[in-house]
Structures are given as C-alpha cells and as structure tokens.
C-alpha cells in the first residue's frame, strides 16, 4: 500500500511539471516565435498606442463611425464575460430588443432592408466582424457623418472585405476596427 500511494505522489508532481509547467512554457515560446502576431492577440497600435485587437470587437456608437454587431457579453464587448445571451427566438426579451433595434436601423435607411447580423448577437458577443451587406447598409450615414461620397466609402468597405478563409470556410466579412481606422485616416472626423 505504501509502495503504491507513493507511486502516485510522484506520478502526480512529475505530470504536474510536465503538463502543468513544461507544456505550457514550449507552447507558449513556439507560438512566440512562429507566431509571434497571432499569440498577443492581433493587437492594433496607432502612433505608439494599443487601440484594440483584430481578435475582438468594441462598441462604436458615433455615427460617423461603422457599427459593429451587437453583443451580449457582460454589458457589452466584456471580453471577461464572453457570450451569447443564451435567450431563444421567442423570448420576448429578445424579440423586443431585435424589433427595436430593426426600428432604429430602419429609420436610418428606410430604403434597405436591415441585414440580419446589425441586430442579432454572436455566439461569443465578441465578434469583430460584420457581413459587406451589414456594412452597405452603414455607407449613407457614415458617408454623410464624414462628408464623403458614398463611392469612396464603398472603396473602403471593397479594402476591408475579407473573403472565405481558404476559399470555402465562412462567410465573406469585414474588420469593425480596421475600416474605422482607415476612415480615420483617409477622412477624419470634424
């Protein structure tokens, strides 16, 4: 008996080292060195300065700025408290917000239908993109807001467009944060 627990107690302190130390370190410093961009997190700097991350959404609320989809994490773009709302298509609560939501969307751009992820939430309430059709419908506010033509704001969104990772996963999408920033500097706000 005592022979086996103390084969336990050192079976368990040598796979604590091993996959509770050692592991962790030769992963992390092989992503470091491979991947060096992708394991801090996409950061995106400007002058020096961390803006955000390529990785996770953040609210926009101006309008001279792209919205990007709604969240439900935490009170919103928590990445501590990343999730979904976890509420069911005939939830009032959700009906509700998704009914209100469409009515402010419509009277933005009574002309458009409102593509469908400007009013529902990701499964992670973190998500940084949004569909081309989601930003389209965005051009006219945002091109007014800035005092652009809406053709050069289309050029900006045809920049940003990502299409289906290796051609067949995904949907085509574009970067929240990134078009921002582009518009930022190609046409700053006033």
Do not use: C, W
Not at 14 to 22: I, N, P, S
């Amino acid at each position: 008996m005592k022979k086996n627990f103390m084969i336990a107690i050192r079976m368990t302190i040598a796979t604590t080292l091993l996959l509770g130390v050692v592991y962790p370190f030769v992963v992390t410093g092989l992503a470091q060195v491979l991947f060096p961009k992708q394991a801090n997190g996409e950061l995106i700097t400007v002058n020096g300065k961390i803006v955000g991350s390529r990785l996770i959404g953040q609210p926009f609320s101006s309008p001279g700025y792209f919205r990007p989809r709604p969240s439900a994490a935490g009170t919103g773009y928590d990445a501590g408290n990343s999730g979904g709302s976890n509420l069911g298509p005939t939830n009032k609560t959700l009906i509700d917000r998704v009914n209100g939501d469409v009515q402010k969307l419509q009277a933005e751009n009574p002309a458009m239908p409102v593509p469908m992820d400007l009013v529902t939430t990701s499964g992670s309430g973190l998500d940084p993109h949004i569909s081309p059709e989601a930003a389209a419908f965005q051009v006219p506010r945002v091109a007014r807001e800035r005092s652009m033509t809406e053709n050069d704001v289309r050029a900006l969104i045809a920049k940003h467009t990502e299409g289906r990772q290796f051609g067949f996963l995904g949907e085509p999408r574009v970067n929240v944060l990134e078009l921002n920033l582009d518009l930022d500097a190609v046409h700053p706000l006033h």
